[in-house]
């Protein structure tokens, strides 16, 4: 061991630059990492060829404590010595650093004329250790901390998650206003030119009674179209009910029919008239629809791989109770490149995502599956008859009415 290699975790680059002078010159090669993550990630990526580690304690996100646990945990880390570098204000640091698993404790300020003395002690085997007592109720003591950063943790991750569930929802909300104004443009200039002729019109009560009931008409198909859209927008606020699922399915392909059309798709409906309703917000029921077809439209929309000839592009939604009738199934298959096997396991997971950068954050289908799941249902990607992917959730029926308590 003529020239050691140490890795040094230390937030402050005066304090790492000071000790990496001092040891260089002593012969030692010095790393660096700037938190805890950085630190197990280069211990990790060094591992054999690391031969001691210095660890900082109060270093931001994960403490030194924390990391030196942690490390001590992973395979091949059990004996390495870490020291615990730090400046002694409490009272029973240095027993703290110990129980959680460092080998010794050099206090800062270093001692420049004998920190690397101190250093090449633990290298040749020195070992601090702690009465089992003591030991016991500093690791009862770093265990609940532990325990409490995992809870802020958890908590600042829930929050963000409720954000991101509202930021994706406006997402697709923007996305279906865009196609909404494309549909409500025709009836609104009918409207226009209906009303500028009765402005104008003399006699033919019976023409302008016509126009007048198409103008009516018109203004009926706005106001369904913007009924529509406020059904996505607020589902949060609403409340549970019985959802009639083959009207929720043709909704929101009504909302999508632009897209689908301007796409040349061909929707095959297979929708059993007899289902039972499910119980939920509808705007849950539209949200994990909308992101089935709005992925099979992204997957039928794509250039075919080696620029091969595209089949006509097909959606088929089928819609059937099972046999007990006590779940209804609702199945969004599409006949375009479909989910490589290795992935499926993986597209509900947060982030992923096979689209390109910038077209999606890789999150609708983890929401979705998070939708499905509190709805006590379940979701599978699969392999359509047509060649594409196969989507498919299954929700339990609402019980009879009289039944539900909640
Ligand atoms: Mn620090």
């Known amino acids: 061991m003529d020239s050691p290699t140490v890795l040094y975790v230390e937030d402050n680059p005066t304090n790492f630059r000071l000790v990496e002078r ?21 211990a990790v990526g ?27 945990s992973l395979p091949g880390f059990e004996r390495i010595p870490i020291l615990a570098v730090t400046v ?54 770093h265990n609940l901390k532990l325990v409490e950063r995992l809870e802020d943790s958890l908590r600042g991750l829930q929050a963000s998650q409720r954000h991101t569930r509202q930021s994706q929802k406006m997402a697709s909300v923007g ?13 609104l200039s009918s409207i226009y030119f209906l009303a500028e ?11 302008k009674g016509q126009y007048l009931e198409r103008i009516v008409d018109n203004v009926a198909r706005i106001q369904e179209l913007s009924k529509r859209l406020g059904s996505f927008v607020r589902p949060a606020e609403e409340s549970k009910g019985f959802v009639d699922v083959g009207t929720s399915i ?26 039972p ?3 939920a917000q509808e705007g849950q029921f539209h949200h994990v629809f909308m992101n089935f077809i709005r992925n099979a439209l992204h997957a039928v929309s ?26 209804v199934t609702v199945e969004v298959a599409d006949n375009g490149p479909g989910v490589p096997e290795a992935l499926r396991s993986r597209v509900f997971e947060p982030f992923f995502s096979t689209k390109e950068r910038g077209e999606g954050m890789g999150l609708g289908l983890y929401i979705t599956k998070e939708v499905v799941e509190s709805l006590g249902g379940r979701i599978f990607v699969g392999t359509a008859p047509e060649g594409g992917a196969l989507f498919r959730v299954q929700l339990p029926a609402a019980p009879a009415s009289g039944a539900i308590l909640r």
Not at 197 to 207: C, F, I, M, N, S
Request: aromatic content about 4%; overall charge negative; charged content about 30%.
């Open 197 to 207: 002729y009765l402005l104008t019109a003399t006699g033919d009560e019976e023409k």
């Open 88 to 141: 002694n204000t409490l009272q029973g640091d240095r027993k703290r650093s110990l129980a959680a698993g460092c080998d010794g404790f050099i206090p800062k300020p270093i001692d420049v004329a004998t920190f690397s003395s101190e250093v090449r002690k633990y290298l040749a085997g020195v070992r601090e250790t702690l009465p089992v007592e003591e030991e016991n109720h500093y690791l009862r003591e």
């Open 277 to 279: 309703p499910i119980w």
């Open 250 to 275: 043709e909704e929101v392909l009504a909302l999508t029919e632009h897209e689908l059309e301007r796409g040349g798709v061909t929707v095959r409906r297979e929708l059993a008239p007899d289902l």
């Open 22 to 42: 001092l040891l260089t010159k002593d012969g030692f090669r010095v790393l660096h990492a700037r938190d805890g993550l950085e630190g197990i990630q280069k």
């Open 46 to 72: 060094e591992k054999a060829g690391l031969d001691l580690i210095l660890m900082d304690i109060n270093l931001p996100e994960m403490d030194g404590y924390e990391t030196t646990s942690r490390l001590r």
């Open 302 to 327: 794509g250039p075919a791989p080696d620029g091969a000839a595209r089949a006509a592009p097909v959606i088929r939604v089928r819609a059937a109770a099972t046999a007990e009738r006590d779940f």
């Open 175 to 187: 996305e279906m206003a865009a196609g909404l104004l494309h549909e409500i443009k025709n009836p």
